[in-house]
């Protein structure tokens, strides 16, 4: 039975040579700041890895520029990167994810429609993955939502945002309200206020994922499409 179910739960089809992936997955939130993995070249396979900004979260710096959740690091994610609704089905936004557990870079820059299947039942997400993350377990997507906690990486919003040292709110699961918003820089404000409407401040909703053609909605704001998936 375990093995029958796993074998539902990461459904890898072949087209062509690239593997396109689908199953069911868990979801998580957060907002670090950091530089996302996919914004190194080294781990993209195009030219164009995900763009990455300076403090100010809006000038696109080198892509070579170390993070600035790592000392003396100076890129951090770019503010356009947080979600947004589209109508009250649909929303886009952009995740870290792990299809194996652990760092996964080989699926940098896919995109993948979420349907969510518990919480938010007949709400979809359609989401570009952005970062990876050695504290996801398998067909996780840990969802860039500004204010959902900074996690593991503390460095990033600190010396991006002077937040306080373990991020606005809770350092796991960030600010609890709305109004909590108010503590987020005014650029951030908006993907913050999307999980308490739209989001319906759903806690780590169950998700379907299956991968889907980037539209461009989501490639503009990142930089980074690789035709090839
Ligand atoms: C939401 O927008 C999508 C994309 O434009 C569209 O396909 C869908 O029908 C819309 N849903 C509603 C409820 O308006």
Known sequence: MKAFLAAIALCVLAIGSEAKVSGSGTTTRYWDCCKPSCSWKENVATSTPVNSCSKDGTTKVDPSVTSGCDSDGTSYVCNNLQPWAV????????????????VDNSKCCVCLKLTFTNALAGKTMIVQNVNTGGDLSSNHFDIQIPGGGVGIFTRGCSTQWNAPQSGWGQQYGGVSSDAECSQLPEELQAGCHFRFGWYQNADNPNVNFEQVTCPKELTSRSGCANNNF
Do not use: E, K, M, R
């Open 87 to 102: 109508n009250d089905t649909l929303a886009y936004g952009y995740v870290a994810a792990s299809f194996t557990g652990g």
